[in-house]
């Protein structure tokens, strides 16, 4: 298991574990980071991802990167 934020660009990963707050977890659930799905990063821009979720494109900072866990 690794952080998102650690995952080359283009390659599948399903989400394993999803870290943080309570608050946080939930923001990241609504976004459709949830485990069991499948996520994959179109890009990095310092440290900033755009990722594939769930038919969504969604862009986040490395620091929520940071507490989703793939493999």
Do not use: Q
Not at 5 to 12: A, L
Request: aromatic share 2%; proline share 3%.
């Amino acid at each position: 298991m690794m952080p998102l934020s650690m995952v080359n660009e283009g390659e599948p990963n399903i989400i394993r574990k999803v870290g943080g707050k309570e608050e946080t977890k939930r923001f990241l659930e609504n976004l459709g980071f949830v485990v069991g799905a499948e996520v994959t990063v179109v890009s990095t821009i310092n440290g900033n991802m755009i990722v594939n979720v769930k038919d969504s494109r969604v862009a986040i900072g490395k620091d929520m990167a940071n507490k989703i866990m793939v493999n």
